[in-house]
Nanobody
C-alpha cells in the first residue's frame, strides 16, 4: 500500500519561508509524478505545483510562481516544496499527491490516486 507522509508545516509571518517534505513508501517512487495541492478553510482543493518522474519538468499555479519551488529526490523517495515570500493567502492544509505512470505533470486533483494526510501552513500578517 502506497503511503505519503507530509511534514514541515507550521506558523510563519508574512514574508517568511517554509520547506515541506513528503516521504513516499513505495520502492517504485521514480514512476510517479508528484504534486502539491492545498485547501484553505471553506474552499476547494487547489493545485500548487507538480514535478515529473525524473524531475525534468515542473508546473506551478500562477499564484505561487516565482515564490515556490518543487523538487524531488528519487534516491530518498521524497518530494519537497520550498515556499518563500509567504503571504497570508497561502494559509491552507498542504497535501502531497502521486500519479502513477503519468509522463506529464497534471494539475487536476482527480488525476492523482494517492494522497497524504496533509500538513497545516499558517501565515500570519
Amino acid at each position: 500500500q502506497v503511503q505519503l507522509v507530509e511534514s514541515g508545516g507550521g506558523l510563519v509571518h508574512t514574508g517568511g519561508s517554509l520547506r515541506l517534505s513528503c516521504a513516499f513508501s513505495d520502492l517504485t517512487f521514480n514512476i510517479y509524478t508528484m504534486a502539491w495541492f492545498r485547501q484553505a478553510p471553506g474552499k476547494e482543493r487547489d493545485f500548487v505545483a507538480a514535478v515529473t518522474r525524473n524531475g525534468g519538468s515542473t508546473v506551478y499555479a500562477e499564484s505561487v510562481k516565482g515564490r515556490f519551488t518543487i523538487s524531488r529526490d528519487n534516491g530518498k523517495k521524497s518530494v519537497y516544496l520550498q515556499m518563500n515570500s509567504l503571504k497570508p493567502e497561502d494559509t491552507a492544509i498542504y497535501y502531497c499527491a502521486a500519479d502513477k505512470w503519468s509522463v506529464i505533470a497534471r494539475t487536476q486533483s482527480h488525476s492523482y490516486s494517492y494522497w497524504g494526510q496533509g500538513t497545516q501552513v499558517t501565515v500570519s500578517s
